[in-house]
């Protein structure tokens, strides 16, 4: 099953994100905790992108597909035209680095990682892809 | 969004943090803290039982303070925190870095230790 959402980038935005990947994910057997988290990781995502990638322009927009795929997991594309970012390229700092340098950004990507089973970065022509990936028995 | 409030008790801060704290509202939570620990407060309650979400944004706000806690002889605890919220914190494992409390009694207990 699919389900398909566009938002500005706005950080604003970030809580209808939120509502709709928890809404989307609602009803396939998955524990609030592991809703949770994928919420948390789509969160990232597109905060990410929103901030570093359209510096927050309200006319700037992206799109989230959920790709529910029954017994095998949950996958997530975040569609852009900003500039290109490939996560996986993203050398993130230590949480012992952040601390000793007392940097308040800096984690989203490592919970990302952290969450996530798969990531791939995709760009064809001006469209990226961030392609999420979350093994998971879904219904 | 986020509902934050302080209040000063007895030479006790809280800081009551609600609703959700993500890019768009984690400078608000920034700010309460920062004046709690610059405007020279020891112990600092934060009371988050009315948290529903936190993101990174949020988590970078009290890592950023780790070291100013430690080195002004701050005593700042986090209780309240739901199944969810805690979560969060426990991905990084900052639930080892941060003194974390289950309820408000064991946060005001850990205030008084000498």
Redesign the interface.
């Known amino acids: 099953m699919k389900y398909k959402y566009t938002a500005s980038c706005s950080k604003d935005q970030l809580k209808g994100i939120r509502s709709f990947v928890n809404e989307s994910l609602n009803n396939h057997g998955l524990s609030d905790i592991d809703i949770s988290t994928l919420v948390l990781a789509i969160d990232e995502v597109c905060a990410n992108l929103m901030i570093h990638s359209h510096h927050c322009n309200p006319s700037h927009h992206l799109d989230l597909i959920i790709n529910v795929q029954t017994n095998k997991g949950i996958g997530f594309d975040i569609i852009d035209q900003g500039i290109g970012f490939d996560i996986n390229s993203y050398s993130e700092p230590s949480v012992n680095d952040l601390i000793e340098r007392k940097r308040k950004g800096g984690i989203g990507l490592i919970l990302v990682k952290k969450i996530m089973d798969d990531i791939q970065f995709v760009k064809i022509n001006n469209k990226n892809t961030c392609k999420l990936f979350k093994k998971l028995c879904v219904k | 969004?986020i509902h934050i409030e302080s209040i000063l008790n007895d030479g006790v801060k809280t800081i009551r943090v609600g609703g959700?704290v993500?890019?768009?509202s984690?400078i608000q939570l920034?700010t309460e803290i920062k004046s709690a620990i610059e405007g020279g407060d020891k112990k600092i309650l934060v009371d988050c039982s009315k948290l529903n979400?936190i993101?990174?944004?949020g988590?970078?706000?009290f890592?950023?303070?780790?070291?100013?806690i430690e080195a002004n002889n701050v005593k700042l605890v986090i209780f309240g925190l739901n199944?969810?919220v805690l979560?969060?914190f426990e991905?990084?494992?900052?639930n080892q870095?941060l003194k974390i409390e289950n309820s408000t009694e064991a946060a005001k207990a850990y205030l008084n230790e000498i």
């Open positions: 969004m959700d993500d890019a768009s984690s920034d979400y993101s990174s944004a988590l970078g706000v890592m950023s303070y780790i070291q100013d199944e969810k979560n969060v991905i990084l494992g900052l870095l």
